[in-house]
């Protein structure tokens, strides 16, 4: 994480994300925030984001007390991607402090339900899908407007792209789908990093541009 802060500053990056370790688990919150503190320093100009995503990384840190530690401490923490279901927490963390720290959610199934949570804004998989972006960006429009009808069915809208997907990608091979959907779109991206394996079964790809078409997706 060191060596990619210090890649992060000499090009000049627009910010730094980081998880904390996830083979040696951090055992404590005091764990987590001294990662914090040693990786952001390596780059103080620039800001720095902490990605929450207890699912993959083993370790659920509490998040509150993890902004309450880092506010003041390290100057360049701005926020965090949170990619964890917790209603409640999202809304704690997106008000701490006069609402100063800039919280993404991860989870593209529940922007709308973080958005009214508090959440700025959202970093996720299918945000790269080009019939997928105008629905999120509705999403926003919605919420400003009051329009909750409209933001129920615009976020049906992205559960049922994601039910399509994971019906033939489920699990880990969900990105590999994504890949699949995007070559279908004309933007091929290439094969899934290894462990993830690549579909080569073109039959799987023909259901999924059928799914796709019959639910309005793909014309």
Known sequence: MKELAEHAKTIKADAIAAVHPY?????????????????AAIAPEIPFYFYHYPAKGGYNVDMLELFKALDGKVPNFVGCKYTHNNMHEINCISRYN???????????EGLASAVIAGVKGGVGSTYQ?????????????????????RVVELQGRSCDFINIVSSLYPGEDF??????????????????RLPHISNNDESVISTLEDLLIQNGFLE
């Open 129 to 149: 899908i080009p019939f997928m972006i105008p629905i999120y960006k509705e999403i926003f429009d919605a919420i400003s407007e009051g329009n909750v009808q």
């Open 98 to 108: 006069d609402s100063r720290y800039d919280v993404l959610v991860g989870h593209d």
């Open 23 to 39: 083979f040696n688990k951090p055992a404590s919150l005091d764990g987590v925030v001294q990662t914090i503190e040693q990786v």
């Open 175 to 192: 990105n590999g789908g994504l890949k699949d959907v995007l070559k279908l779109t004309g933007i091929d991206t290439g094969h899934c």
